[in-house]
């Protein structure tokens, strides 16, 4: 929870809404986003799709069977 409130700051510093996501897997962070759908003009940034594209990329694949999302 606090790693997700940091972030929520950082997405704020940078001018968007308050919001910060991981990807757990076995109680481990796989992936973790900042909400930037005004930073880069994308209605797609989302925190949370931020977190499942690193999680992916962490992991090397697109399974994520057995994570779980915070927020």
Do not use: N, W, Y
Request: net charge neutral.
């Amino acid at each position: 929870m606090h790693r997700c409130l940091a972030l929520a700051e950082t997405a704020k510093a940078g001018g968007d809404v308050p919001v910060g996501a991981l990807v757990l897997l076995a109680g481990r962070v796989m992936g973790e986003g900042v909400e930037g759908m005004r930073t880069f003009s994308d209605p797609a940034a989302h925190a949370e799709l931020a977190a499942v594209r690193a999680a992916c990329h962490t992991l090397g694949t697109r399974d994520l069977s057995g994570a779980v999302h915070g927020r």
